[in-house]
């Protein structure tokens, strides 16, 4: 995750030295914060760090997650696991604490992308959680030359 001032030589820097493979960067509301993915535990997790120096960190999720979406007024984060999108209530403060964490929508297909990144939305009065359903691919595409032809010799007939 790379970031750059836009107000100033627009130097791009490294948000944080880890080994780490960090995704799915989202800028809280206020602008103080940022969640991400990261694999620095060995497995991804949702994080977020203080913005735009980002030496304090906290695991938000646990066992294995990603896709971080922030509620419009930055007290919720929401992310994946497994099949489910879970919503991390947070609580405010110089350093912020996680204070639960529910399941908002489960048996979610198709809710992170391939590369991580949130393909569902929130609602900013939060009241709502909208998800793309993938396609099954049970359809058939017909193409039909000339149907114009074929309809009209139809409706003929079906005069007769």
């Known amino acids: 995750v790379l970031r750059v001032a836009l107000d100033s030589s627009r130097t791009v820097q490294p948000l944080s030295a880890t080994r780490a493979q960090e995704v799915a960067p989202q800028i809280s509301p206020d602008g103080h914060w940022v969640a991400l993915s990261s694999d620095e535990s060995g497995t991804a997790e949702v994080y977020i760090r203080s913005f735009p120096d980002p030496a304090v960190k906290l695991q938000v999720s646990v066992g294995g997650a990603g896709a971080p979406q922030w509620s419009a007024d930055g007290r919720s984060l929401y992310y994946v696991t497994g099949n489910s999108i879970v919503q991390a209530r947070l609580a405010p ?42 396609e099954s691919g049970g359809y058939q595409l017909v193409v039909a030359p000339n149907w114009i032809t074929e309809f009209r010799e139809r409706m003929a007939a079906s005069r007769k």
């Open 93 to 134: 403060g110089a350093v912020p604490r996680v204070l639960a964490r529910d399941t908002a929508f489960a048996n979610v297909q198709g809710a992170a992308t391939g590369y991580g990144e949130a393909n569902y939305n929130v609602s900013r009065d939060g009241s709502r959680i909208v998800v793309p359903i993938p």
